[in-house]
């Protein structure tokens, strides 16, 4: 059974750089599929930040291309999410989550982690 | 970019009862690329339908989709306790991959 398990600071402080990883179990992230994320923000859509696969193809929101890096740790079978240059509106619960075979949409996704940007 | 709209926004209805949740595109989807998700609060959304149609793995069969072009539904045929829940449609058509804003399935 793959299994995602987001972590990092719940609090950032705009203009700082958020930083969020990803324990995958049960699927090795070197065996194929893209690894992403997507966020909601409070009350908001679901939003696809960007998807990366472990030879190098990748997909990034237009929205967000300009402050997001995605990397794939095939060591450790991690994924991580950085977004630099926060703002109040980068608040949301970030999702873990992998692409399905198929398409674009999601097959499996972690439980989420709230990240506020406050001062 | 593609907006999805669902409606209703809330759909009050008692187990047993047949739900039909409606997904409308801003422009035509093509290849019917359009997926369901399940979200119940605190956890994660759950994959339910993809290419419009196609039941993901575990997801049983009295929850269909169907629809083409800009119109699109998911249908749950008789409402189970675990149905109740918010669920999302989302297109992978065209870049940006977007979701609708999501119906809310409750106990009536």
């Known amino acids: 059974q793959v299994q995602l398990q987001e972590s990092g600071p719940g609090l950032v402080k705009p203009s700082e750089t958020l930083s969020l990883t990803c324990n995958v179990s049960?699927?090795?992230?070197?065996?194929?599929?893209?690894w992403g994320w997507i966020r909601q923000p409070p009350g908001k859509r679901l939003e696809w930040i960007g998807s990366?696969?472990?030879?190098?193809?990748?997909y990034y929101n237009p929205s967000l291309k300009s402050r997001v890096t995605i990397s794939l740790d095939t060591s450790n079978n991690q994924v991580s999410l950085k977004v630099k240059s926060v703002t109040a509106a980068d608040t949301a619960v970030y999702y873990c989550?992998?692409?399905?075979?198929?398409?674009?949409?999601?097959?499996?996704w972690g439980q989420g982690t709230l990240v506020t940007v406050s001062s | 970019e593609i907006v999805l709209t669902q409606s209703p926004d809330t759909l009050s209805l008692s187990p047993g009862e047949r739900a039909t949740l409606s997904c409308r595109a801003s422009h035509s989807v093509s290849s019917n690329y359009l997926a369901w998700y399940q979200q119940k609060p605190g956890q994660a959304p759950r994959l339910l339908i993809y290419?419009?149609?196609s039941r993901a793995t575990g997801i049983p069969d009295r929850c269909s989709g169907s629809g083409s072009g800009t119109d699109f539904s998911l249908t749950i045929s008789r409402l189970e306790p675990e149905d109740f829940a918010v669920y999302y449609c989302?297109?992978?058509?065209?870049?940006?991959?977007?979701f609708g804003q999501g119906t809310k399935v409750e106990i009536k």
């Open positions: 989550a992998r692409k399905g075979r198929t398409g674009w949409f999601i097959d499996y």
């Open positions: 049960g699927y090795s992230i070197s065996s194929g599929y893209y």
């Open positions: 989302q297109q992978y058509a065209s870049s940006p991959w977007t």
């Open positions: 990366l696969y472990h030879s190098g193809g990748a």
């Open positions: 290419g419009a149609s």
